[in-house]
């Protein structure tokens, strides 16, 4: 049964930066398609960005983050980093990591494709 561990979230100033983690266990990351995403207040789970698993190699963003995120992955540490820039307060949210085991093709940013997800992280933008 894979298992997602998220860390890194936390307070930070408007145009400030963080980085995030999901830690995967109970699977071999390189077969497995990560997402990220988020849910501020009041909002439903939006995708943020998602790293195909290896055979793939692609990643995907949000219009809303393009430019100031970036998705990498680390297959041998089994984690998949998120790293957000010029942050905004409307960045304000829990980020959850999702894996799905989808080999040969791109990873999606819709939440019902993944089956296995975090407890989420909160991230907060304020000044």
């Known amino acids: 049964q894979p298992q997602l561990v998220e860390t890194g979230g936390g307070l930070v100033q408007p145009g400030g930066s963080l980085s995030l983690s999901c830690i995967a266990s109970?699977?071999?990351?390189?077969?497995?398609?990560i997402g990220w995403f988020r849910q501020g207040p009041g909002k439903e789970r939006e995708g943020v960005s998602c790293?195909?698993?290896?055979?793939?190699?692609?990643?995907k963003y949000a219009d809303s983050v393009k430019g100031r995120f970036t998705v990498s992955r680390d297959n041998a540490q089994n984690t998949v980093h998120l790293y957000l820039n010029s942050l905004k307060p409307e960045d304000t949210a829990v980020y959850y990591c999702?894996?799905?085991?989808?080999?040969?093709?791109?990873?999606?940013?819709?939440?019902?494709?993944?089956?296995?997800w975090g407890q989420g992280t909160q991230v907060t933008v304020s000044s």
């Open positions: 109970g699977l071999t990351l390189r077969y497995y398609a």
């Open positions: 999702a894996a799905v085991n989808l080999m040969f093709r791109p990873c999606e940013l819709t939440p019902r494709a993944y089956a296995s």
């Open positions: 790293s195909s698993a290896s055979s793939d190699g692609s990643t």
